[in-house]
């Protein structure tokens, strides 16, 4: 169970509370926020342009599936959207779009 959660990686788009500095970046109030496993990794204007910086750090030479999960503030044709965009770079990847109803982030991704 440990080394299947230790391989599943998280990330998790929303919006900055505030504005701040943190890890390199500087985030304004209401920019589009993106972590990975916890830690902030890219900030910007656009969640999708925030979601596919992230992707674009990671090795996805071994991973499988990718499951887009959409909250309630995302509309789903922007997630179809995004598994688009995905399946053009990654055409080896099994993609799945769910709506998650999260209330807080506009996306949770899970890679495995």
Do not use: C, F, W
Not at 30 to 38: S, T, Y
Request: charged letters at 20%.
């Amino acid at each position: 169970m440990r080394k299947a959660k230790s391989t599943v990686k998280t990330i998790e788009i929303t919006q900055a509370v505030r504005s701040t500095q943190l890890n390199g970046l500087s985030i304004r109030k209401k920019q589009a926020i993106g972590l990975l496993d916890g830690e902030l990794l890219a900030a910007g204007n656009n969640t999708i342009d925030v979601l596919n910086k992230i992707l674009a750090k990671l090795n996805l030479n071994r991973t499988e599936i990718i499951t887009i999960y959409y909250g309630t503030d995302t509309k789903p044709a922007e997630a179809e959207q995004i598994s688009v965009g995905i399946r053009e770079q990654h055409p080896q990847l099994q993609i799945e779009v769910v709506r998650g109803g999260q209330p807080h982030y506009n996306y949770i991704v899970s890679i495995e």
